[in-house]
Each structure stands twice: as C-alpha cells, then as structure tokens.
C-alpha cells in the first residue's frame, strides 16, 4: 500500500489552492503546480488569505498557518512537481480536453507508484482513466467549496479502481481533516451535487422565466427548510462561472431551450460584466455584506 507522505497538487485556482492549504495544515508536504508562474505568485496572496480565514473560522493560531504556509513548495515544471508525490490531486479546469491531454503528461514524468485523483465536479473518473496510464491507481477526490468549513470529501473510483488505492484516498481524506465519504459506484455529481445542482437550476429557471426575483426566491428556501442560505446565496459561494460552465457544457450538448437561455443570461448579467460571487465582491448579491446575511431578511 502507498504511504501518502507528498501530495501535489495541480492547478492553484479556487479549490485547488484550498485543497493544498488544507492538506499542508494537516502536516503533509504539499507542491503546487500551475501553468506559469505569474498564476502561482497570485496563488501565494490565496494562501495568505487563507491563512487569515483559518484563524477567523478556525481559531487557528498563527504559529499553525505559518507552519502550513511553510509546508508549500511552488512549481511550473510538471516533472519537477510530481517527482517525489506519493499522490496528484488534479484540480484544473473543467473541460475534457484540457485534463485529458494534462494526464497524458503527468503519467509520463510521475513515478510509478503515483496516486491520481481528480477533483472534477461533473466529469466521472473513466472518461480519463485510460489517458492516466494507471487506471487502478485513478480515481476521484471531490471537495467542497470552503473545504475547511464544509469539510466533505466525496471518494469515488471507476470499475478499474484498486480496492486498496481506494482505501487510501479515504484514509487520507480523514487525516486532512475531511468527512470521508465513499461512493460504491460512479454517480455524474457525486451525493453532493447530485443534491444540489437541481436545487440551483431550478431556483435559475425560476429567475431566468421571470417567476420570481433572486430575493424572494432565496427567502423561500431558507424560511421554508431552515437552511442558512438560499440557491443564489450557495450560487455565489460556489462561483458564478463554474454554474454558467456547467449549463453552457448541457446546452452545448442537448440544445435545450431553457439552458441556452440560462447560459445567455448568465454571461449577460454576470459573466461579462465579472460578477463572478463571493470571490469578486459582487454576484447575485454584494460582498462583504450580502443583504440575506441582513436580520431582516426573512421577514
């Protein structure tokens, strides 16, 4: 069995800097590698803001997200990334060509003994475990957004996945400090998404078809099952580009009426004009203070 001591981590945007915080603030040495270096000098300025968020949510002391931040090595050079990795954790964007073609590489330059997860959100793990080159020690490792908070890891192998290179990733995903939870089969969105993309395309229908506005629907929700945050509120945590990819990829592939006009409003009304959520301080709502984060909200 692999002894996962090294983890790299590929790709340093949203969720790909928050799994490599989290798994270097459990102990673990963590490289990560992007495309170029200018995107890693902006990961760095992530890291630090992660650091404080720990410490706000957390009550991490500094002297823990120091010895975090110390456990990060940075890379542009994938053979120099993946050299010593005892497990990859891919978390690069979310398109077929992109990672297909990125496997190709690292199963060429990682060594042998190398675990690849991918962190993918809507794609299954053997629609690339052929273009790994090591599909028994392939599988997926999916987080959720704001991982040290909501601290779910979805572990999900394809046929070909080894039974003990799954128990592994489930191993290490406790010892980062994550709920680990196994699927017995592949699932398109895991449990999680599988739950909560209707939730957030329907609330969008409803917007888009002009039933209701992004207020009365988010009240809705929270009144009514108690839950802290209604669709748009999940939507702007989420981030607003990951939604419009997921339904331009649908609408691409089905021409659905309804989801090529959700994608036309969504690049409309947020994607041009960069109101991407909770990231760029302005999305569905306005950030810090959102107005359903207001006491009288639900009134």
Do not use: C
């Not at 990733?169 to 909560?196: C, R, T, W």
Request: proline share 5%.
């Amino acid at each position: 069995m692999t002894t996962i001591k090294n983890v790299t981590v590929a790709g340093s945007g949203v969720l790909g800097a928050q799994i490599a915080f989290q798994t270097a603030f459990h102990g673990y040495q963590v490289t990560v590698y992007d495309i170029n270096n200018d995107i890693l000098e902006k990961a760095k300025a992530t890291f630090e803001k992660l650091a404080e968020a720990y410490k706000k949510d957390l009550k991490a002391t500094a002297e823990q997200t120091n010895a975090a931040l110390s456990k990060l090595r940075y890379t542009s050079d994938l053979a120099d990334a993946v050299r010593n990795a005892d497990l990859v954790i891919e978390a690069i964007p979310e398109n077929p060509n992109i990672k297909t073609d990125f496997y190709g590489k690292l199963s060429r330059v990682a060594p042998e003994h190398t675990i690849f997860a991918t962190n993918s959100s809507t794609l299954l793990p053997s629609q690339f475990a052929s273009a790994t080159g090591r599909p028994a020690q392939f599988l997926a490792l999916h987080f959720a957004n704001e991982i040290w908070k909501h601290n779910t890891a979805e572990i999900m192998g394809h046929p070909g996945t080894d039974n003990e290179v799954f128990r592994t990733v489930v191993d290490f995903a406790g010892s980062i400090g994550m709920v680990a939870l196994p699927l017995h089969k592949e699932q398109p969105g895991y449990i999680v998404n599988s739950l909560l993309v209707p939730l957030l395309s329907a609330a969008t229908d409803l917007l888009v078809n002009e039933v209701a506005d992004i207020q009365t629907i988010d009240k809705t929700w929270m009144v009514a099952t108690g839950a802290p945050l209604g669709p748009f509120g999940i939507l702007d945590v989420v981030g607003i580009t990951t939604a419009y990819n997921i339904n331009k990829m649908a609408a691409d592939q089905t021409q659905d009426a309804n989801k090529i006009k959700t994608v036309a409003y969504l690049k409309e009304h947020f994607i041009d004009k960069g109101k991407l959520g909770v990231a760029t301080g302005q999305g569905f709502y306005t950030y810090p203070d959102p107005a359903y984060a207001d006491p009288d909200f639900l009134k």
